[in-house]
């Protein structure tokens, strides 16, 4: 069964700390994603890979960075985390039809 | 650009009954695929049906069904025969076909379903 798994699940660090967020799938998907989801703005596209080592610019990617180290494993970084930045992250893989979501990971900026 | 739009924030239907979800999307692409997500209440996006723009019969999936109006843009959803557990956020998103693209959504439909 498809699976993406996120760590951790929930994540709590203070304002200008550094944060990693992570994520692997076993789907052999080439394509991966992060997005965050937010009251009122549903799921808003952060950062997308097409394999390792490759790195694409989501809709709001500003304040993260995103690695990409093999087909598995996405990385999302807030290297200095602000309060907006709290939110419910989820990590994603697909091929061309199937896109699989993790269960998310929810990061609070205090 | 693409962009996809779900204008009702809410749903309120009865246990057995039938509901509709509104969805209408852009884009430039001629190929390009539809789905709807379900957003349970811990939080778990599930994949619920897809629908691939160069067909014309609407998916079906148990109890889930498309209604797609190409030349309106508009993919609704169908649930038929409602039940307790069917409440939830429903989500439409697109993807267009070239290149792999990421997911675009809506901001969702919150449906509850009462006895």
């Known amino acids: 069964e498809a699976a993406v798994t996120q760590s951790p699940r929930n994540k709590v660090t203070v304002t200008g700390g550094n944060v990693t967020l992570s994520c692997r799938q076993t789907n052999s998907h080439n394509y991966m994603y992060w997005y965050r989801q937010d009251t009122g703005h549903g799921l808003r596209l952060i950062h997308y890979s097409y394999g390792a080592g490759n790195l694409q610019i989501g809709d709001v990617p500003d304040g993260y960075k995103a690695t990409r180290t093999t087909q598995e494993d996405f990385f999302l970084l807030l290297e200095l985390a602000s309060p907006s930045q709290t939110s419910l992250y989820f990590c994603a893989s697909s091929d061309m039809r199937e896109v699989f979501f993790g269960k998310g990971t929810r990061l609070t900026v205090v | 650009a693409q962009k996809v739009t779900q204008t009702q924030t809410s749903i309120s239907v009865m246990e057995k009954t039938t509901v509709t979800m509104d969805c209408v999307y852009e884009t430039q692409d001629s190929s390009y695929f539809l789905f709807w997500y379900k957003q349970t209440a811990s939080g778990e996006i599930v994949f619920l049906i897809r629908?691939?723009?160069?067909?014309?019969e609407n998916a079906t999936v148990g109890h889930y069904s498309l209604n797609f109006q190409k030349p309106k843009s508009s993919i609704g959803l169908i649930i038929t025969a409602t039940q307790i557990e069917d409440s939830a956020v429903y989500f439409c998103?697109?993807?267009?076909?070239?290149?792999?693209?990421?997911?675009?959504f809506g901001t969702g439909t919150t449906v509850s379903v009462s006895p």
């Open positions: 998103a697109m993807r267009e076909g070239q290149g792999g693209r990421a997911l675009i």
């Open positions: 629908q691939d723009s160069y067909k014309k």
